[in-house]
C-alpha cells in the first residue's frame, strides 16, 4: 500500500494552518478590543483623578483670597500639588522663581474663567488648572494648581506593557492550543481520507488483472470476427477504463515517490504524439483536432503523467464538442514556465461550475455528463497530476462559445 503522506500534507496542513489563524485572529482581535477599552478607562479614571484634586486645592486656594485677598501659596503645595497665583490687577506675569508656571493657561483662564490642560514632556509631563476668582471689592487674582502626571503615566506604561506581554503569551498559547485543537478537529477527516486512499490504491491495483484479461479476450474475438463493432467497442472502453485505472494508482501513490522519478521531459514531443493518438476519435465525433508546438520545449517531469494531463483534457473536450466544431492544442515558452493550451468550441461551461470543476466527482450537469459518460474524475485527476509537477492548471470558458484550459509547467534548465 502506497503512503498517502504527500497529498495528506497538501490538503490537512494548510487547513490546520487555516483553522488556527482564524482562531488566534479572533482571540486577538477580542484580546485587543477588550485590552483597548480597559486602557482607556484606567487612563481616564487616574487623569480624572489628578483633575479633582487640582480643582479641590484651586477651591481652597479662592477661599483664602475671598476671605483674605490673600493666598498662602506655600502652605496649599502640599504634596505632589503646586499653587501660583497672581493678582490680575498687577497683570498676568507671574513673579520670578515660581515652578511649573503656564503663561497661556494663565490667558485662557482670564478669557474664560477657568483652564485645564497639561504641559510639558516626557519626564515632567504636567497638569495645570487654572481659575480666574474675585472678592465682593472687585479684586480678581488668578489661581494656577499643578501636579505631575508621571506617576500615572507610569502606571499606565506599566499596564500597557502587562497587556501586550500577556496578550502575546495568551496568542502564543492560543496558537498551540489551537493547532492542537485543529488537528483533533482533522482527525476524523483524516482517517477518512487514508481509508479512501487505501481503498483507491488497492482497487486500482486488483482492476489491473481483469481488464487486461477483458481485453485479451476482446483481441482473440477480434482477431477471429475483425469486423465486429462490440469487440472493438469492447477493446476500445476497457483502454479507456485502463487509462482511469492507471491515472487513479498515480494519484494514489505517494507524492514524494512520484517526483523523485521526474526527468527532463520533452513536452512538444508528448503533444505532438497524444494529439495524434486522440486524433481518430476526435474524428469519429466530426471534430477538427489541430496542434501547435516549437520544435522543442522542456520541463521536468512524468512522460506518462503528462500525457495522461493531456488525454483527459482532450477527451473532456471531444465530449463536449458538437459535430464540427475544434480543438485546438498549443505549447509554447512564457518566460520560466511552459505553457500548454486546450481549447475548443464547445459547449462550455457554467459560470457558476467553473471554480468546481476541478473537484472530484464534481458534475456541473448531471443529465449531460450521465449521456457522455463523466464521473467528475478527470479534471480532478489532471489538478493532482499537474500539482505534482509543480505547475498550476485553470480554465476559462463562456458558455455557449466553448472552453480554454491553460497548464503552466516549470521549465527545465
Given amino acids: 500500500m502506497h503512503s498517502a503522506a504527500g497529498i495528506e500534507d497538501r490538503l490537512f496542513t494548510p487547513a490546520r494552518i487555516r483553522?488556527?489563524?482564524?482562531?488566534?485572529?479572533?482571540?486577538?482581535?477580542?484580546?485587543?478590543?477588550?485590552?483597548?477599552?480597559?486602557?482607556?478607562?484606567?487612563?481616564?479614571q487616574l487623569l480624572n483623578s489628578v483633575d479633582d484634586g487640582l480643582r479641590l486645592v484651586a477651591e481652597r486656594a479662592a477661599e483664602q483670597w475671598a476671605n483674605s485677598n490673600s493666598i498662602d501659596a506655600t502652605g496649599?503645595?502640599?504634596?505632589?500639588?503646586?499653587?501660583?497665583?497672581?493678582?490680575?490687577?498687577?497683570?498676568?506675569?507671574?513673579p520670578r522663581g515660581l515652578p511649573h508656571y503656564s503663561r497661556p493657561s494663565m490667558i485662557a483662564a482670564y478669557a474664560n474663567g477657568h483652564d485645564l490642560r497639561s504641559f510639558g514632556g516626557s519626564g515632567d509631563r504636567q497638569r495645570v488648572y487654572t481659575v480666574r476668582v474675585g472678592t465682593q471689592d472687585g479684586r480678581m487674582a488668578l489661581i494656577q494648581v499643578t501636579r505631575s502626571t508621571e506617576p500615572e503615566h507610569e502606571a499606565l506604561g506599566k499596564l500597557l506593557a502587562g497587556l501586550l506581554i500577556g496578550g502575546a503569551g495568551g496568542l502564543a498559547l492560543a496558537g498551540i492550543g489551537?493547532?492542537?485543537?485543529?488537528?483533533?478537529?482533522?482527525?476524523?477527516v483524516q482517517t477518512a481520507f487514508n481509508r479512501q486512499h487505501a481503498?483507491?490504491?488497492?482497487?486500482?491495483?486488483?482492476?489491473?488483472?481483469?481488464?487486461?484479461?477483458?481485453?485479451?479476450?476482446?483481441?482473440?474475438?477480434?482477431?477471429?470476427?475483425?469486423?465486429?463493432?462490440?469487440?472493438?467497442?469492447?477493446?476500445?472502453?476497457?483502454?479507456?477504463?485502463?487509462?482511469?485505472?492507471?491515472?487513479?494508482?498515480?494519484?494514489?501513490?505517494?507524492?514524494?515517490?512520484?517526483?523523485?522519478?521526474?526527468?527532463?521531459v520533452d513536452l512538444s514531443e508528448v503533444v505532438s504524439a497524444t494529439v495524434g493518438a486522440m486524433a481518430p476519435l476526435a474524428e469519429e465525433h466530426g471534430i477538427e483536432l489541430t496542434h501547435a508546438e516549437p520544435t522543442s520545449l522542456m520541463v521536468l517531469g512524468d512522460r506518462d503523467q503528462l500525457r495522461q494531463?493531456?488525454?483527459?483534457?482532450?477527451?473532456?473536450?471531444?465530449?463536449?464538442?458538437?459535430?464540427?466544431?475544434?480543438?485546438?492544442?498549443?505549447?509554447?515558452?512564457?518566460?520560466?514556465?511552459?505553457?500548454?493550451?486546450?481549447?475548443?468550441?464547445?459547449?462550455?461551461?457554467?459560470?457558476?461550475?467553473?471554480e468546481r470543476v476541478?473537484?472530484?466527482?464534481?458534475?456541473?450537469?448531471?443529465?449531460?455528463?450521465?449521456?457522455?459518460?463523466?464521473?467528475?474524475?478527470?479534471?480532478?485527476?489532471?489538478?493532482?497530476?499537474?500539482?505534482?509537477?509543480?505547475?498550476?492548471?485553470?480554465?476559462?470558458?463562456?458558455?455557449?462559445?466553448?472552453?480554454t484550459f491553460e497548464i503552466r509547467l516549470p521549465r527545465s534548465t
Avoid: C
Fill in 19 to 44: 483553522l488556527t489563524a482564524w482562531y488566534v485572529s479572533v482571540l486577538a482581535a477580542v484580546l485587543v478590543v477588550l485590552g483597548t477599552a480597559l486602557y482607556v478607562v484606567v487612563r481616564e
Fill in 76 to 94: 496649599l503645595s502640599t504634596g505632589p500639588y503646586t499653587v501660583n497665583w497672581v493678582d490680575a490687577e498687577s497683570g498676568l506675569n507671574a
Fill in 178 to 188: 489551537g493547532w492542537w485543537l485543529a488537528g483533533k478537529s482533522l482527525q476524523p
Fill in 199 to 264: 481503498f483507491v490504491s488497492d482497487a486500482s491495483h486488483e482492476l489491473r488483472t481483469p481488464l487486461a484479461v477483458i481485453r485479451a479476450n476482446a483481441e482473440f474475438l477480434q482477431a477471429e470476427q475483425p469486423e465486429n463493432p462490440e469487440v472493438h467497442e469492447i477493446i476500445g472502453e476497457t483502454d479507456r477504463l485502463s487509462g482511469l485505472v492507471d491515472a487513479l494508482l498515480a494519484v494514489a501513490r505517494d507524492d514524494n515517490s512520484a517526483r523523485a522519478g521526474h526527468v527532463a
Fill in 309 to 354: 494531463v493531456l488525454v483527459i483534457l482532450l477527451d473532456n473536450a471531444v465530449r463536449y464538442t458538437p459535430e464540427g466544431g475544434r480543438i485546438h492544442v498549443q505549447a509554447r515558452p512564457d518566460g520560466r514556465e511552459a505553457l500548454l493550451t486546450v481549447h475548443d468550441t464547445g459547449v462550455g461551461i457554467p459560470a457558476e461550475a467553473l
Fill in 358 to 403: 476541478f473537484e472530484r466527482f464534481y458534475r456541473g450537469d448531471e443529465a449531460r455528463n450521465r449521456q457522455s459518460g463523466g464521473v467528475g474524475l478527470g479534471l480532478a485527476i489532471a489538478r493532482e497530476l499537474v500539482t505534482r509537477h509543480e505547475g498550476k492548471i485553470s480554465v476559462s470558458s463562456t458558455e455557449g462559445a466553448g472552453s
